[in-house]
């Protein structure tokens, strides 16, 4: 599940065909965001540069320019957003919900989210994470707080409730690595997710005792 499912390729238009004569569109920073976050998810991180985005937008590398600085600045950018879609996809599924409901269906939706962006999950989880950024490194702090939000309806708070959210978190970002990795191809990964999430639920209440 995403914020914002589906973005249409270059602020509503076609994604393109890819080729260098595909039709121009009215760039600014937000269209060419939208479009990177397409490309990612077709393409991948490594794949992604000004000039291969910018035969899909129907331009040339230069133009983009006009609107970010670099790839650099392009992708990150790109990982600020998907921190907020991912911090709105929580906050949306969390809302009026409590204890093994909320974790339950914000692990499902968390996963989803994964497999159906899988470029941009590997965008939001890329190594270093923060690094020297502190906006980013306080953006992904952010993308916890429905999770903690959850967490105090188990009567956790404070540093039991972080280092909840942590485990929480590692559990769901290791088993959607593997699931997408094909190393449980052989498995009913649907119900061994639900199992895990389950148990990981339950344990919340002992975190109080």
Do not use: C
């Not at 939000?149 to 959210?165: I, M, N, P």
């Amino acid at each position: 599940m995403s914020a914002r499912p589906d973005l249409p390729a270059a602020g509503g238009r076609s994604r393109g065909n890819g080729k260098s004569g595909a039709r121009p569109v009215k760039l600014s920073r937000e269209v060419i965001v939208n479009a990177a976050l397409n490309f990612l998810d077709r393409e991948g991180w490594d794949a992604l540069t000004i000039n291969a985005l910018a035969t899909q937008l129907g331009t040339k590398g230069p133009s983009l320019y006009n609107h970010v600085h670099s790839l650099g600045d392009l992708r990150r950018a790109m990982r600020m957003r998907v921190i907020d879609d991912i911090l709105e996809m929580l906050t949306q599924v969390g809302q009026g919900r409590a204890r093994d409901d909320a974790v339950l269906v914000m692990a499902g939706a968390y996963r989803s989210y994964a497999h159906h962006h899988p470029g941009r999950y590997s965008a939001f989880t890329r190594m270093p994470l923060g690094g020297e950024d502190p906006e980013y490194t306080a953006a992904a702090t952010r993308a916890a707080a429905p999770v903690i939000e959850v967490l105090s309806s188990y009567g956790l708070d404070g540093e039991r409730a972080f280092h909840a959210a942590l485990e929480f978190w590692a559990a769901m970002h290791g088993f959607v690595l593997l699931e997408m990795t094909g190393v449980m191809d052989d498995v009913d990964t649907d119900a061994i997710f639900s199992d895990m999430v389950r148990r990981l639920a339950s344990a919340m209440e002992s975190r109080t005792e």
